[in-house]
């Protein structure tokens, strides 16, 4: 056993780069996956919308950290060789895709009927009415929640420790294995993601105050 110093305090901070990497690549995966389920669900395609709402029911029904066991001890019983950064990026990509396919849902769907009917009077595809019409608008409704949802990418990559992704967690894990010290050792890692977090609530709010504002005008 040894106490606490500055190169553990640097470890930590050290894994807080696989933290911001991990949540940076949950949240463009999870943005490609997102919008193809937003899309999915306010397509005029049936089955398209019947499949998308059974995803989100799936991985929105059921904790993120049994999705990242499934992942990571499923794919070698499938015979496939992953390793916990893949993992945990596949993962997290799902999940954040279902929570960001129904956030960006309900922000189409806020988008007044009038501009839906404009739209299709004007005869414009299904596509082209989402392209050039429906999501410039429902972008600007967007920004606020998706950067909200952002702290909680960053915070659920914590979970990405039981699988042995060495990342905030699990850096502090090793840390307090070797120190014995789990209330300076933690309120270090608890502070990081602080930092991280802070920033980006911050963020949301100011944007959602902008937002508010321009809707009122």
């Not at 919008?35 to 398209?48: G, H, K, V």
């Amino acid at each position: 056993m040894r106490t606490f110093g500055y190169s553990d305090l640097w470890f930590i901070i050290q894994a807080a780069q696989w933290t911001i990497a991990l949540s940076v690549m949950a949240f463009i995966g999870g943005g490609i996956v997102g919008l193809i389920i937003a899309l999915s669900r306010t397509s005029e395609n049936s089955a398209a919308r019947a499949l998308s709402m059974g995803f989100i029911k799936l991985f929105q029904g059921t904790p993120l950290l049994l999705q990242l066991f499934l992942v990571f001890f499923g794919a070698p019983v499938l015979g496939l060789d992953i390793n916990p950064w893949i993992a945990a990026a596949v993962a997290l990509t799902l999940n954040s895709g279902a929570f960001l396919g129904e956030i960006w849902r309900g922000c189409i769907e806020a988008i007044p009927r009038g501009q839906w009917e404009a739209a299709e009077a004007l005869g414009l595809s299904y596509r082209n009415k989402m392209r050039d019409v429906v999501l410039p608008q429902a972008l600007k409704i967007a920004v606020p929640p998706t950067v909200g949802y952002l702290v909680q990418i960053v915070k659920g990559t914590s979970l990405a420790a039981i699988i042995g992704f060495t990342e905030l967690t699990r850096a502090g894990q090793i840390i307090n294995n070797a120190t014995f010290q789990p209330m300076v050792v933690f309120s270090a890692v608890a502070i990081i993601y602080f930092l991280l977090c802070w920033p980006l609530s911050l963020l949301a709010a100011y944007m959602e105050r902008r937002l508010a504002v321009s809707l009122s005008r």
